[in-house]
Structures are given as C-alpha cells and as structure tokens.
C-alpha cells in the first residue's frame, strides 16, 4: 500500500476508530434497555413480521433509521465540540437509542434474511473483523486493564 493511499485512509480509520469505542463503551448502558425491549409483546410481534418479509423490504426497513441515526451522531460530536454540550450530548444519546433499539431490533430479526446478500455478508464480516481487531487494541492498553480491573473490583464490592 502506498504511503499516500495509508494517508487517505488515516481519518476514514480515525473515525471509525471512534465510533467503535463510543458504540463498546455505551454497550453495558443499553443492554439492559435493548433486553426490555426485545421482552415486550408488541416488539416480538413486529420482529415477526420483519422476519416474514423479503429481504429487500428488510433492507430498506434497515436502511431507514440507520441512514437518520448514524449521521446524527458526528452532528452531535461536532455539537459538543463546538461547546453546545447539552444539545450534542442529549442529540447523541438519542441516536445511540434509535440505533441500539430500532435497527439492533430490526437487524436481528432479518439478519438471516441479509446475509443471503453476498455483499452485505462481506461488509458484516469486514466490520466485525475491524471491531475485534480495534477492540484487541485497546483492551491491551495499560488504561484498559486499569479500568477493567476496577470495575470487577467495584462489582466485587457491590456484590457483598
């Protein structure tokens, strides 16, 4: 790879770089919250339905919320780092929220479905390599282990 093609790549692999590690750090918030959701009747029922559809109408159920949530949460970035805390903070929570609840909900009941696609098993593929690899980085930090080692000792703590 050239020097001037790893250059080009450099803020495209930064971004991600964020995204990713904001997406791992809100996990443990909304788990409990995306479990909730995907115990109610009525959620069950419209996972259901998804999963009766084709795949191109899951497709575009997917693409909808995605194509709104994902670009609001660099808008909100931008929000909070041009000084506008509250608005981007509150913006990016509840992008994160649309995106955990709507299209984690509708991603899983047509994921079988999406992966007939040859191109989006690919790109799924690509982006869970990425994400293991990029949390393999930084759970080998020496700040990672300090923080992960605290938080077993707080949950050890909080258990008795």
């Known amino acids: 790879m050239t020097v001037l093609l790893?250059?080009?790549?450099?803020?495209?692999?930064?971004v991600l770089?964020?995204?990713?590690?904001?997406?791992?750090?809100?996990?443990?918030?909304y788990r409990p919250l995306l479990r909730w959701v995907a115990g109610l009747g009525v959620m069950r029922r419209f996972e259901a339905?998804?999963?009766?559809?084709?795949?191109?109408?899951?497709?575009?159920?997917l693409a909808i919320p995605f194509a709104f949530a994902e670009p609001l949460k660099f808008v909100a970035l931008i929000w909070i780092a041009d000084g506008h805390f509250k608005t981007g903070t509150l913006?990016?929570?509840l992008a994160y929220l649309a995106s955990f609840v709507i299209v984690e909900r509708i991603y899983r009941a047509g994921e079988p479905k999406l992966m007939t696609y040859g191109w989006f098993a690919f790109l799924m593929e690509r982006l869970i390599a990425i994400r293991t690899t990029l949390l393999g980085w930084v759970q080998a930090t020496a700040l990672f282990?300090?923080?992960?080692?605290?938080?077993?000792?707080?949950?050890?703590?909080l258990g008795r």
């Open 6 to 14: 790893r250059l080009l790549r450099l803020p495209f692999e930064l």
């Open 17 to 29: 770089t964020v995204l990713v590690l904001l997406d791992e750090a809100a996990r443990p918030l």
């Open 49 to 61: 339905w998804i999963a009766r559809l084709p795949r191109l109408a899951i497709l575009t159920l």
């Open 91 to 93: 913006t990016l929570a």
């Open 145 to 157: 282990r300090a923080v992960d080692r605290a938080r077993r000792r707080l949950r050890a703590w």
